[in-house]
Antibody, heavy 116, light 107 residues
Framework: QVQLTESGPGLVHPSETLSLTCTVS????????VYWVRQPSGKGLEWMGR???????SYNSALKSRLSISRDTSKNQVFLKMNSLQTDDTGTYYC??????????WGQGTLVTVSS | DIRMTQSPASLSASLGETVNIECLAS??????LAWYQQKPGKSPQLLIY???SLQNGVPSRFSGSGSGTQYSLKINSLQSEDVATYFC?????????FGGGTKLELK
């Protein structure tokens, strides 16, 4: 079955770079796009970016200057890197996959805290 | 970017009541709209896609409607397990955006 699992450092210091990994199973990264969504604690959802099935990427314009998404298809992994982190980047980061419309499959999320 | 304005921000309703949540898009999204339910500490779960299609396994008391820029989620006969936060999301222009969320509580 389709599974997505996020992993990452948990704690990042201000101004540093966040690196997260989404490991997928049950589907191929060359057949489906994977998306990153984040949620500041107690707040709403924000789409961050997409790794398309063909390797193309697209980004939220508000984050584009700080964000990079890449993948390793041989390892079934999608990577997120975001630089210049600040305290308002604290929250839960999810990777997700669409089905016929909307995001039908979600990882459990990984909590990232930006603090010195 | 398309903006999604969701209302109300919070809602209190009684068991068995019918609840409506609205979502207004800043431009026509041609029914490319999804609704999600999120319970505390959990990942969002897809309820409705393409504005009115029920995701597999979702109870039939949930329904979606709308077109153009105006959409709504209806919950019939509210159950205790429906207490959650609900989000709308548009996916029309490949720059996905979410509504601000509606927190549903029991009265």
């Amino acid at each position: 079955q389709v599974q997505l699992t996020e992993s990452g450092p948990g704690l990042v210091h201000p101004s540093e770079t966040l690196s997260l990994t989404c490991t997928v199973s049950g589907f191929s990264l060359t057949g489906y796009s994977v998306y990153w969504v984040r949620q500041p604690s107690g707040k709403g959802l924000e789409w961050m970016g997409r790794m398309r099935y063909n390797g193309d990427t697209s980004y939220n314009s508000a984050l584009k200057s700080r964000l990079s998404i890449s993948r390793d298809t041989s390892k079934n992994q999608v990577f997120l890197k975001m630089n210049s982190l600040q305290t308002d980047d604290t929250g839960t980061y999810y990777c997700t996959r669409a089905r016929t419309g909307g995001f039908a499959y979600w990882g459990q999320g990984t909590l990232v805290t930006v603090s010195s | 970017d398309i903006r999604m304005t969701q209302s109300p921000a919070s809602l209190s309703a009684s068991l068995g009541e019918t609840v409506n949540i609205e979502c207004l898009a800043s431009e026509d999204i041609y029914s490319d709209l999804a609704w999600y339910q999120q319970k505390p500490g959990k990942s969002p779960q897809l309820l409705i896609y393409n504005a009115n299609s029920l995701q597999n396994g979702v109870p039939s008391r949930f329904s979606g409607s709308g077109s153009g820029t105006q959409y709504s989620l209806k919950i019939n006969s509210l159950q205790s397990e429906d207490v959650a936060t609900y989000f709308c999301q548009q996916y029309n222009n490949y720059l996905w955006t979410f509504g601000g969320g509606t927190k549903l509580e029991l009265k």
